[in-house]
């Protein structure tokens, strides 16, 4: 099979093509024939050595794609069977091994490139608004990067849970797109300074919530948007690591609470996992969730679609096809 192999850890030349076996699945194991890959900033993380893992290595954490082979004690699931999964290292290739209790099952007759752009992002976007701070009618939250992959779905899921949503993204177009996936206020804070903005836009009262996928360049100025005991959800680092800080400064800027929170303990769970893949694949099946997805490339062109979703230029989600 065609897969993407780093040799060895470094820049977006270190993905490279090779021609490697059809894995085997093993005890409680699945084979996917893959259909779609969904491209995340952590593989550039894996990538650049700043996530470790053995080398060699097929990168990847996420897939849509047709059940293959079962490996033993595998139950629930069917030869061809549309499924996609998330958390999973070695999706860049054109069959994957999952985990049976990592595997959930696609609606019939779904596209499976929708499954694979929804699922990382949209069980992150339910994570953050369901579970980290359950937004509710009465909340405005402040979601930074608004039009990206996770922003959009952010957004959507905070507005059908009757938030209200300041967004910031930095261009014109981008304030487009996060208008169009409901926010109520925009900033492009690459021309505005976010802070001010969200203090005139709250009358002075702060957010109750912050989304923070940027990191470093937006963290501190973060903290002063948020009302006193408000919550800042530092979920990526999109612009660099946020340096150490002194906690004192919680209590100084209002008795503020901080999460750095990861996907995989919010899907730990087998009936967690089912809970938000079903929300996100349903909402998407439905149309109440809307995806874009116009940017896809050829499983070749991995180290392109690494470079494009790092350089700020992109939209909605990233799709390797196999
Ligand atoms: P996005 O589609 O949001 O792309 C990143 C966006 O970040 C850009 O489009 C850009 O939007 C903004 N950005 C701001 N500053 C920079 C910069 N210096 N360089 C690059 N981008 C910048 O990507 P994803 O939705 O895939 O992921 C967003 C973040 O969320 C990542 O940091 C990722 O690691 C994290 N994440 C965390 C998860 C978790 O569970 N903790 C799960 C999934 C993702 P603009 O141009 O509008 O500023």
Redesign the pocket.
Known sequence: MKAIQILQTGGPEVLTLAELPVPVPGPGQVLIKVAAIGV???EI?FREGRYKAPLPLVPGSEASGTVHALGDGVEGFQVGEPVASVGVMGSYAEYALVPAAQLVKVPAGMDLKLAAAAL??GM?AH?LSHSTFPLKAGHTALV????????RLLTQMAKAAGARVIA????EA?AELAREAGADDVIL??RADFELETRLLTDGRGVDVVYD??????FEKSLNCLRPRGMMVL??????PVPPFDLIQLSVRGSLFVTR????H?VATRVELEERAGFVLNGVANGTLTLRTEHTYPLASAAVAQVD?????????LLLIP
Do not use: M
């Open positions: 995340n900033f952590i993380y990382l992002q992150t994570y930074h990067a608004a039009a990206g992959g996770t922003g910031t993204v930095s261009t981008k804070y690459t996928s940027v990191g470093k360049t937006t979920f990526g680092g999109s612009s660099g929170p990861t996907l995989n919010y979703i790092a350089s700020r230029g992109t939209t909605g989600k």
